[in-house]
């Protein structure tokens, strides 16, 4: 049942894709100048959560794969918040 | 070279095959992945044995209250380097490293796994981290004593050799990530054609489970132990509260792993059993789809119940509550592959072979583990039994009972495949006969001991806990006296037994069409699935 069939990204795509993940490093950087308290890390998670769905989507080329390998990797991330979210139940009731 | 005949037609069998390495290299540098199944297969046997050795050992230091053979420092290091061994070199290996490799791909009708050089790799990966985690028992600093759960803060800081012993679990794992990794792409990309998803055997089900908690669990066992090494080594305060770390947090990440580990060692358990049950009752798989998915459901929701471990931690109440009802609910997929074994079996034509006999074993012994570990799945029971021989007991039942019979069901329904010989039956179910009645009265009487207080991996005890201690170690005895009869049989088997023919228990599924032992690449030309692969009545 092998799927043999790739998909070849354009240079320009990829070229984009590396600028915004750049740019994205910089803002993590940069925001460490400002005092946002309790969402210093929340945001810097958002960010690295960002570019992290770029490089999966276009130099792992996840984007182009079938459904099912798509929604595999979703219920990982899925997987990964739940045993955050409930290691955060001893926590925030200890 | 010898040629094996099968059906008037020559072939030359994986054992026999000459590639471009001779002799001792042709097996230690083969990319094929039978040969490499064998490779574990030697590796991981020759460390069970010295697991069992050492367990023995411990046994009898146990068999009078005070010293008897051994220091007590000795006892922790040896009932330390008995769980690392045990667990990550050879019950979470096992099946998976051995049968998988070998089946896996004859069961989808593949030549190969999709990466055969990374699978080599991954059994040079495993060797180095066996040698490094024997080593650990032998370097100066003497054996660690933290138990295999390397617990911090005392982990932090006992003198012991543990920066060797978490190096080597850390290495072991990565084997264990690269196994999943190819196991998980040949079954996604090298199927037969004609086999979907649900006419794949539930073998190959059980290690596609098995797979993704390796992938998704090991690397975070892997982080904790580095994270471990580095407090030790730089004294970075994660754990230690001294230093402003949190043990809870150890604990927390250790389970996260350790816990699904546990399916790891039991799903391709159950997946063996579901092979071995239709074919010696001539029945078809009964509730196909409910046995794989449940699987899967015990994948899913074995990642989320490991606070279980850790009742008397100092967990939140909260947090208590919230594992204990999830670990009722993963006891229901497992619950549903019972059943479902049992429902196979009814009114089939029962041919009670030695495969068989491990596998019924496997059963009995199973549900005696799982409805234990309710009981300390129940926050109120656990809290009594928590840190007892209770949890070895129970402990024991599951791993041994479940995954140590089905390794043991699965060398002797497969072995006629894997080396073309056939073992006497007689012998075989002697050896049965035994190792049941050794692990029966070896474990059973620690539920018992568990119950009146008995505790865990303590050297000495006191003089009201000598009669189960010593019917235990006489269980021991016993057990693994049936064990060197068991192995001695097999060994006989492979060198002085009758050739076995290709299908020898009438088994429907790919591994019995093909000559026993396989050809290099399995199949002369890939199979076309039009059919269930349990084609019985």
Known sequence: MANNSSHITDYKVLTRVLLVLMFCTFLTISITSYNLAAFTVTIALLIAGFKSFLVLSYFMHLKYESLLLRILVSIVFVLFALIVLITFIDYSYR | MMHNTVDKIEYVSFLEHKGRFKGLFSWIFATDHKRIALLYLYAIGTFFFVGAILGLLMRLELIAPGETIMKPQTYNGIFTVHGIIMIFMVVIPGLSAVFGNFFLPILIGAKDVAFPKLNLFSWWVFIFGSVLAIASQFMKNGPPDTGWTFYAPYSTATGTNVITATTAAFVLGFSSILTGLNFLVTIHQMRAPGMKFFNMPLFPWAIYATAWIQLLATPIIGITLLMLIAERLFGIGFFNPDLGGDPILFQHLFWIYSHPAVYVMILPAMGVITEIIPTFCQRRVYGYKAIALSSVAI???????????????????????????????????????????????????????????YAVSFIFLFIIGGTTGLLLGSIATNVQVHDTAFVVAHFHYIIFGGMGFAFFAAIHYWLPKMYGKMYNFKRANIAWAIIFVGFNLLYFPQFILGFQGMPRRYFDYLPQFQTGEVISTIGGIILVSGFIFMVYNLVMGVRKGEPAPANPWNGSTLEWQIPSPPPTENFDEVPVIKKNPYDYI
């Open chain 2, 299 to 357: 994948a899913g929701v074995g990642f989320l119940v490991w606070g279980h471990h850790m009742y008397t931690s100092g967990m939140s109440n909260q947090a208590r509550w919230f594992f204990s009802l999830l670990t009722f609910v993963v006891a229901v997929p497992s619950a549903i592959k019972v059943f479902n074994w049992i429902s196979t079996m009814y009114k089939g034509s029962i041919d009670l072979k030695p495969p068989f006999l």
